[in-house]
C-alpha cells in the first residue's frame, strides 16, 4: 500500500474519533469476534485492544488455518511422514502442530522422515521435479484463500507431466463455520469482523445468512487500526438501531461478487465435503476434496490414509478458544505448561494463534 495512504489508515486523530463514537453508540456489551488470525495479531500489534471500551468483549474465531486443522488430520501427516519413497513438503508453521499423542512433523523429521517446508505450493512442485525417483506430497491447510493457489499448482503439474506430485488436502470453508458458531449460545457472539482475505475469493454473498437468520451483523474490513475501529463502530450502530447488515468496508480490496477465476480454478479441482475442525468437530459440506478428474492427485487415496476422529489433547483448551468460549489466558495452561518455546496446541504455535498473540503481548 502507499505510504501516504497507508498513513491515513493509522492516522491516530482519526482513531481517537472513531473511538469517541463507538463509545456514543454503545447500548451494552458487544461481543465480537474476529475470525481471521492475521486480524488477531493487527489488533495486537497496533494496540487497540487496550483501548477499546471495556464493553467491547474481543473474541478470536477459528481463522488460523493451523490452529484449526484437527488432530486426527496431523495423524494422517504423520502416517504419510516416513513412508519410503515419500517427501513430506508444508508451510513451516505445521511443523510443530501436534497430533493426538503430542508428536508433530518436526519430531518425525527429527526421526528420519523426509520432510522439507516451503514457501508455496509451486516450490512443492519444484522439489517434485527435481526429485524424480520420489513423491512429493504437499499438505493442503487453509481456507478458499490458499485452496485456488493449491489447486492452480495442480494444473500446473498435469500440464508439466509430473505425476510424482500429490496433495494430502485438509482444506476448509469459512462459511459453514461460521453457521456452527453462530448456533452455539455459550459463546454468546454479537458481530463478526470477517477475513478479509478469504473475502477477496469469495466476496462478500456468502455470508448473507448471517444476517437473514441469524440477525447478527457483520463486516469485511482490512487490517489497519482505521478498518477495524470502523467497522467496530458499524457493529455498534448497528446493533443500536436494531439492524442487522452484512456490510463490505473494504473495498479497496474486495468486491462484492467474488473473484470468479479464483473460483473457477478452485471448482474444478476441488468440490465440498466433511470436514473436521479442531475445536468444532465435523461440519457437513465445509471442506474441499479432489473431484474425480483428479483423484490420481489424491494423496490419501494414493497411499489409503484413514482419518479416523481422536479426542483431543490432555488439557489443552484449544478448541474452547476456537469457539470463543474461552480466552487464551484462562486456560491453566498458558505460559505455564504452554509456551511459544514448548507449545502444547496449534493456538500457541501458529504466529496467527491468539494464543501465541496473548503471550507475545503479555495481555493480562
Known amino acids: 500500500?502507499?505510504?501516504?495512504?497507508?498513513?491515513?489508515?493509522?492516522?491516530?486523530?482519526?482513531?481517537?474519533?472513531?473511538?469517541?463514537?463507538l463509545r456514543a453508540e454503545l447500548d451494552g456489551e458487544l461481543r465480537f469476534m474476529e475470525v481471521c488470525g492475521t486480524h488477531t495479531v493487527a489488533i495486537f500489534q497496533s494496540g487497540l485492544r487496550s483501548l477499546l471500551p471495556p464493553q467491547v468483549v474481543h473474541l478470536s474465531g477459528p481463522g488460523c488455518p493451523v490452529c484449526v486443522t484437527h488432530e486426527s488430520e496431523v495423524n494422517a501427516f504423520l502416517d504419510l511422514a516416513g513412508r519410503p519413497g515419500v517427501i513430506v513438503a508444508t508451510f513451516g508453521d505445521l511443523m510443530r502442530v501436534p497430533g493426538s499423542r503430542g508428536r508433530n512433523l518436526k519430531s518425525a523429521q527429527a526421526e528420519g522422515a523426509r520432510v522439507a517446508v516451503v514457501y508455496s505450493p509451486p516450490d512443492a512442485l519444484a522439489l517434485a521435479r527435481d526429485n524424480p525417483g520420489d513423491t512429493v506430497v504437499f499438505l493442503g491447510v487453509g481456507f478458499e484463500t490458499t485452496a485456488p493457489t493449491v489447486a492452480g499448482t495442480v494444473l500446473m503439474a498435469r500440464e508439466q507431466g509430473l505425476s510424482n506430485f500429490k496433495v494430502l488436502a485438509f482444506h476448509k470453508l469459512v462459511p459453514p463455520a461460521l453457521e456452527v458458531l453462530l448456533s452455539d449460545t455459550e459463546a454468546g457472539i454479537d458481530a463478526f469482523i470477517l477475513p478479509g482475505h478469504v473475502s477477496a475469493v469469495i466476496g462478500t454473498e456468502p455470508y448473507g445468512f448471517i444476517a437473514s437468520r441469524f440477525g447478527k451483523s457483520a463486516t469485511v474490513t482490512g487490517f489497519e487500526p482505521v478498518d477495524i475501529l470502523e467497522s467496530l463502530l458499524f457493529l455498534a450502530q448497528r446493533r443500536r438501531q436494531g439492524r442487522a447488515e452484512v456490510k463490505n468496508l473494504y473495498r479497496r480490496v474486495v468486491s462484492d461478487t467474488s473473484n470468479p477465476r479464483a473460483l473457477e480454478v478452485m471448482n474444478r479441482v476441488?468440490?465440498?465435503?466433511?470436514?473436521l475442525w479442531r475445536g468444532l468437530g465435523r461440519i457437513p459440506?465445509?471442506?474441499?476434496?479432489?473431484?474425480?478428474?483428479?483423484?490420481?492427485v489424491d494423496a490419501k487415496r494414493r497411499y489409503g490414509l484413514s482419518i479416523e476422529e481422536c479426542p483431543p489433547l490432555p488439557g489443552c483448551k484449544c478448541g474452547e478458544v476456537l469457539r470463543g468460549r474461552l480466552r487464551p489466558d484462562q486456560c491453566p495452561?498458558?505460559?505455564k505448561a504452554c509456551t511459544p518455546a514448548k507449545p502444547v496446541g496449534p493456538c500457541m504455535v501458529s504466529t496467527e494463534g491468539s494464543c501465541a498473540?496473548?503471550?507475545?503481548y503479555q495481555v493480562e
Do not use: I, N, V, W
Open 285 to 296: 459440506d465445509s471442506g474441499l476434496e479432489f473431484t474425480d478428474e483428479f483423484e490420481d
Open 270 to 275: 476441488f468440490r465440498p465435503c466433511d470436514a
Open 333 to 335: 495452561l498458558f505460559k
Open 357 to 360: 498473540a496473548y503471550y507475545k
Open 1 to 21: 500500500m502507499h505510504q501516504t495512504l497507508l498513513r491515513q489508515f493509522r492516522d491516530p486523530e482519526l482513531c481517537h474519533t472513531l473511538l469517541t463514537r
